[in-house]
C-alpha cells in the first residue's frame, strides 16, 4: 500500500502561483510513476501532469503545458506541481496518484493510489 498526503492548496487571485505537495509513505518511492489529476465542481477528473519513476521524464495535458511543471525528490518521498499564471478555471481540487510502472500513465483508471485531494481555488 501506498498512503498520499496532498499539501499546499488555497484560495489565490489570477495570476497567482501556487505549489502542491503529495507525501508518499509505505512503500519504495522510486518504484512508482506519479500523476497529478483536478476535479473541478460537476466535471470528471482530468489528468493534469505525470512524471516518471526517476523523475527524469514528465508529461502533461496540453492545456497545462508552460504554466505547470511536476517534480519529484525522491529522497523526501515528495511529488510536487508547480502552478503559475493560474486562471479561474483552474479551480478545482487537485489530487496525486501513483502506479507502479515504469510507463507514461494519463488515465484515471491507470493509477492504483490516491490521497484525498486538496483544494485549489482561484479568484478573477
Known amino acids: 500500500q501506498v498512503q498520499l498526503v496532498e499539501s499546499g492548496g488555497g484560495l489565490v487571485q489570477a495570476g497567482d502561483s501556487l505549489r502542491l505537495s503529495c507525501a508518499a509513505s509505505g512503500r519504495t518511492f522510486s518504484d512508482y510513476t506519479m500523476g497529478w489529476f483536478r476535479q473541478a465542481p460537476g466535471k470528471e477528473r482530468e489528468f493534469v501532469a505525470g512524471?516518471?519513476?526517476?523523475?527524469?521524464?514528465?508529461y502533461y495535458a496540453d492545456s497545462m503545458k508552460g504554466r505547470f511543471t511536476i517534480s519529484r525528490d525522491n529522497a523526501k518521498n515528495t511529488v510536487y506541481l508547480q502552478m503559475n499564471s493560474l486562471k479561474p478555471e483552474d479551480t478545482a481540487v487537485y489530487y496525486c496518484?501513483?502506479?507502479?510502472?515504469?510507463?507514461?500513465?494519463?488515465?484515471?483508471?491507470?493509477?492504483?493510489?490516491w490521497g484525498q485531494g486538496t483544494q485549489v481555488t482561484v479568484s478573477s
Open positions: 496518484a501513483a502506479v507502479r510502472t515504469s510507463a507514461q500513465m494519463m488515465g484515471v483508471r491507470d493509477y492504483d493510489y
Open positions: 512524471i516518471s519513476r526517476s523523475g527524469a521524464g514528465t
